[in-house]
């Protein structure tokens, strides 16, 4: 999704700031990118913008500095576009201008009335360059500054009209060609706001941190992470000012908002590739630190207890969530349902239109970025009909953690790579204490004990897995097959869809996830010599003996068969490979066997040499729906 970084006060290091907090937002997936600066004095804002990758805007900035008209200022944005309204082209690249050059916007969402706006701007003598709904908020503002209630002076009134004039979801950064200040608002899409040492002296009384006197704002953290751990979280509705004396918050009203200066727990290095050639492998490997600190404190297993900071005590329970986030869910939901709680899932765009009564649910919305459009619109379609939320997600501060009742942090770190894995593993795990802490109030927690020292036990068995997996020879055997199924039954199905779902995302391959039983009603149908099936099959008991039957049942029509099995059933001998975990309750199983089943995808996606921490069309954070 696109991607923002802004500054004031970073002087002569301005567009080296902008094009680094790019580089730091690039895993979030983008087709365009440019920046715009401008100092006191200039009558337009200096504007750079290429389709493509960052490396063709770094290149027109080099080209542009050796004729000497690079782009200079002490105030500054930059925008990395992934596009809705027109393809990928320089024109359509963000930052977008008015048409006397002096007033430049980058905007991430959906301006939903920019065709009535348009209209209107075009019908009172505004041209415009671009085919994006953007376009339409800097001729807005230069509308409104060119009328007789507004001042080029202080152009505040003016943005801030413009705002209440737009319709969809926005945050918007705003500069004026010669004012050393950057404007900024939010509806539905979210701003972080990174604090200077001064400002957070004077909310903390501490100081630290490197570049007194910057502030910058971001559609993420990781832009300006290296340069200030001090963030602002903006709410929706609230505007920004921020200049070289610091910021100023304040409400739709016009009243100012006393922020809460809050300090990033993660270090700037947990966003460098650290020697892996990709973040997906480093994340991968990543998984038994993450599940520690999942787990930290919140597992008592001398007392016997689940101890998470959430209150809740629900009589039923509604997921929502889409792509990974949903197949955790999935796996959520059941351990729900063993706890005696009757739990659905549903993915989140389609949970409008499903209308389930909420009632007494709980409705969960399971996001690792707390920033899907799609979960965030169903979490708030719940709340409007009386239910009780919660987040379960990676991201302090993110628009679900907030705007939930309660919040359960899955405590990952950050994750880079398009393609979810630490967090996945992170989300079954705390959906899983979840599931125990209600199994716990409601008298059920019979296999407690189990339960608690199979969690752990879980970051060591994931470590073996990583230290021993066959998983690159199974890749090398089969990355020419056109095609991959993936099966499993119980806790294992979600396990199956996510398998699927990793291989196609990165290798661009075909792969389906199946629920064992499902296969001999249509999809068998497809399966023949050149189809790998990989059934996930552990313990000995009943459900392992029917995904037996249903691999024998592709065995018999020639496809080769890889089971991810904990070796206590006699899968193997039906297999033509087995990816081995360690023995485990089912429920941990579940991270375990979907632990080899990433490395799978990574070494496929990786020998077919595709771009695997930024597939095509794909973005870490889908924030329109
Ligand atoms: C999976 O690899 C993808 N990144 C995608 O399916 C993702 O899980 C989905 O877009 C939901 O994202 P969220 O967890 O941030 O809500």
Redesign the pocket.
């Known amino acids: 999704m696109c991607g923002i970084i802004a500054c004031v006060g970073c002087g002569d290091d301005t567009l080296d700031t902008l094009v680094h907090g790019l580089s730091k937002l690039d895993y979030r997936g983008y087709d365009s990118a440019g920046v715009a600066l401008t100092a006191p004095g200039d009558e337009t804002v200096a504007v750079v913008k290429r389709e493509g990758k960052l490396e063709r805007l770094r290149e027109a900035l080099d080209q542009a500095d050796a004729a000497g008209t690079a782009p200079s200022g002490t105030v500054g944005m930059a925008h990395t576009r992934w596009s809705t309204h027109g393809p990928p082209s320089d024109a359509n690249a963000h930052p977008h201008t008015d048409c006397s050059g002096e007033v430049a916007v980058v905007h991430n969402g959906i301006i939903e009335n920019y065709q009535t706006l348009r209209d209107e701007l075009e019908a009172a003598g505004h041209e415009f360059r671009s085919e994006t709904d953007t376009e339409v908020i800097p001729h807005l503002i230069e509308d409104l500054l060119a009328g007789p209630e507004y001042d080029h002076a202080d152009p505040e009134p003016a943005i801030r009209e413009a705002m209440t004039r737009l319709e969809g979801s926005f945050a918007v950064v705003v500069s004026v060609a010669g004012v050393e200040t950057l404007f900024a608002s939010r509806q539905d899409n979210p701003l972080v706001l990174g604090a200077s040492p001064r400002d957070a002296e004077s909310a903390s009384g501490e100081r630290s941190e490197p570049r007194a006197g910057a502030t910058y704002l971001a559609s993420d953290v990781p832009a300006f992470r290296e340069f200030t751990d001090r963030v602002v979280y903006l709410e929706n509705g609230e505007f920004a000012r921020i200049d070289t004396d610091g910021f100023t918050i304040t409400d739709s009203d016009g009243g100012v908002v006393e922020k809460t200066v809050e300090t990033v727990d993660w270090d700037p290095e947990d966003t460098g590739k650290s020697g892996y050639d990709h973040f997906m492998l480093k994340e991968i490997y990543e998984q038994p630190r993450a599940l520690r600190q999942c787990l930290q404190g919140r597992v008592d297993e001398m007392g016997g207890r689940v101890t998470l900071d959430v209150d809740i005590e629900p009589e039923r329970v509604q997921f929502v969530?889409?792509?990974?986030?949903?197949h955790a869910a999935l796996y959520g939901a059941e351990l729900f349902r063993e706890a005696g709680v009757p739990a659905q899932c549903f993915l989140?765009s389609e949970y409008a239109t499903s209308t389930p009564p909420v009632d007494d649910a709980l409705v969960v919305g399971?996001?690792?970025?707390?920033?899907?459009a799609?979960?965030l619109s169903a979490l708030r379609e719940a709340r409007s009909r009386g239910a009780r939320t919660l987040a379960c997600?990676?991201t302090v501060g993110s628009t679900?953690a907030r705007e939930c009742d309660e919040a359960l942090f899955i405590r990952s770190g950050p994750e880079i790579g398009?393609?979810?894995?630490k967090?996945?593993a992170s989300?079954q795990t705390a959906l899983n204490m979840l599931a125990l802490s209600v199994a716990q109030q409601r008298g059920r927690a019979g296999t407690m004990r189990e339960s608690l020292s199979a969690l752990r036990d879980l970051p060591g068995e994931v470590q073996a897995i990583l230290d021993e997996s066959s998983a690159e020879a199974v890749a090398e055997e089969f990355v020419d097959a056109p095609s991959y199924f993936f099966i499993g039954r119980g806790v294992h199905y979600p396990v199956a869809l996510e398998g699927a779902?990793?291989l196609k995302?990165i290798s661009y391959k075909h792969a389906e996830g199946f629920a064992s039983g499902e296969l001999k009603h249509g999809p068998l149908a497809l399966v023949t010599g050149e189809t790998p099936v990989f059934a996930v099959v552990t313990g000995d008991g009943p459900l392992a003996t029917k995904t037996i039957g249903n691999v024998k049942e592709v065995e018999s029509r020639d496809a080769p068969v890889v089971a991810v099995t904990d070796g206590r059933s006699d899968v193997g001998r039906y297999a033509d490979h087995v990816l081995e975990i360690p023995e485990a309750p089912p429920r941990t199983a579940a991270v375990l066997a979907n632990v080899q089943l990433q490395l799978v995808a990574y070494h496929v996606a990786d020998m077919l040499g595709r771009p695997i921490d930024k597939p095509r069309n794909?973005?870490?954070?889908?924030t329109v729906e």
Not at 366 to 372: H, I
Not at 418 to 421: G, I, L, N, Q
Request: aromatic fraction near 6%; charge should be negative; include cysteine.
């Open positions: 969530a889409c792509g990974t986030s949903y989140a399971v996001t690792q970025s707390g920033e899907t799609d979960t997600t990676n679900a398009v393609a979810a894995t967090t996945f989300q779902l990793k995302e794909l973005a870490k954070s889908v």
